[in-house]
């Protein structure tokens, strides 16, 4: 038993992604001990950039890795929405000294290979934390103060409790929830890393930039130290199944960005090596928890990346996870993930349902919504609009 801790065996974590090693390195915080089951075989993160929000940066010092997380990190100096047919800005967030005051905390973009290094090392260099690879979770079975996790490999693994962090396709869920496969949205993600100097000059803008229009949108800003540009543009093409990662040749990603302006046309012309992801979500259910299991990350709540949280609320879930199993016993594990999904449904259940109405809010045609919608956010105060999700430091409410 590590000191300080009640718990007599360790927490698996089915999942090591981003959320699982966070909750790793919170529960190792707290002197629990865990074994990661990862099911790839090797841990690792592909794809590009990631944006965090104060609320992120907050549980970074919960995990112990505050430091290395702001280091990695490139502090962009607005959030700019551009109207991608007219050419022309609609709003900005400054996220200057101002706004790292307000909230303690920067708003910032990472690489999210980086980020995964950063969680992966401290999880190495804790004596707490065990790793294992090629270790898929197939499903579970509860006995006393137990609960033992089958392993694809036939292998089972016992623990005090279980946390499925194993993403959008989550085997864990399937048993404690068992709502079928996740919901197809129709909107296809295409994403590119390219050299800053292949960004058009007039666009290498310090920001996380969204280009709002008909049916699509394209975000970029820079990552790594400002050595590469991030490009994500997705559009609404009814595409009818999941599809994670499949490289595609430009001309696909430009057929549906003929219609807007031609200097949001000319970022796409310059990405490379364009993969696609056809995005998928979930509706919101209010029940994570089975006994000593309990989902996390999007094996909870899978949202659409249209409010750049999913990473963000998953390392929210880890910090108040670990937080609610301080100090707990064996046999009061069940309760303390009762008392972790009451404290998690409500905000991650808000930010998913809010990411879901944002695909209508960046993708529509000129017209008086969109007219409706410019006025609106122009009339709205920048700073304060996301003070709910961006000021709010989870372990405050255990
Ligand atoms: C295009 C796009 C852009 C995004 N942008 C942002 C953003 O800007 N900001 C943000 O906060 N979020 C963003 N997100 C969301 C974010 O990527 C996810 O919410 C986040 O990665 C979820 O982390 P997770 O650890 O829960 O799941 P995952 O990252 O999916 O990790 C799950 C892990 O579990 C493993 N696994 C799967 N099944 C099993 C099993 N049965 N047993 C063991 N291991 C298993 C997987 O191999 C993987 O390593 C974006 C998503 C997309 C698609």
Request: proline share 5%; glycine share 10%; charged share 25%.
């Amino acid at each position: 038993m590590a000191p300080g801790s009640k718990l007599d065996d360790r927490i698996l974590i089915a999942g090591g992604g981003i959320g699982g090693l966070a909750t790793a390195l919170a529960l190792a915080q707290k002197n629990i001990p865990s074994l990661v089951l990862e099911k790839a075989a090797q841990l690792g993160e592909i794809g590009a950039g990631i944006q965090l929000g104060p609320n992120a940066f907050h549980c970074f010092d919960r995990l112990g890795v505050g430091e290395p997380a702001r280091q990695m990190a490139v502090y962009i100096d607005q959030l700019r929405l551009m109207d991608s047919m007219a050419d022309g800005e609609i709003c900005h967030i400054d996220l200057g000294e101002a706004f790292r005051k307000r909230y303690g905390n920067p708003y910032a973009v990472v690489h999210r290979g980086d980020l995964h290094g950063v969680l992966l090392k401290a999880c190495r260099d804790h004596p707490l934390i065990e790793l294992a690879v090629s270790s898929e979770v197939t499903g579970y079975q509860q006995e006393g103060r137990a609960v033992t996790a089958r392993l694809a490999s036939g292998e089972s693994v016992t623990g005090a409790g279980l946390v499925g962090a194993d993403g959008l396709w989550s085997n864990v869920r399937r048993q404690v929830v068992g709502d079928g496969a996740p919901r197809v949205s129709g909107h296809t993600t295409y994403r590119s890393v390219i050299p800053t100097e292949r960004m058009p000059e007039d666009l290498r803008w310090n920001a996380a930039t969204l280009w709002a229009g008909p049916k699509c949108h394209i975000v970029h800003y820079p990552l790594s130290g400002w050595k590469v540009f991030n490009l994500v543009v997705t559009y609404h093409n009814d595409a009818p199944e999941p599809v994670a990662g499949k490289p595609v040749p430009v001309e696909e990603v430009r057929r549906g960005f003929a219609h807007v302006c031609a200097r949001a046309q000319n970022i796409i012309r310059h990405g490379k090596d364009w993969r696609m992801w056809v995005l998928c979500d979930r509706d919101p259910v209010d029940g994570w928890v089975d006994g000593r299991v309990a989902l996390l990350g999007d094996a909870a709540h899978p949202m659409l990346p249209f409010f750049a949280q999913g990473a963000g609320q998953a390392i929210e879930d880890g910090a108040v996870l670990a937080g609610c199993l301080r100090g707990v016993s064996a046999s009061e594990v069940p309760a303390a993930l009762t008392r972790y999904e009451s404290l998690r449904v409500q905000r991650a259940t808000r930010v998913q349902r809010m990411s879901g109405e944002r695909r209508e809010h960046h993708h529509m045609d000129d017209g008086p919504d969109q007219v409706a919608r410019d006025a609106e956010l122009i009339s709205q105060d920048p700073a304060s609009v996301n003070e709910w999700l961006y000021g709010h430091d989870v372990e405050r409410d255990l």
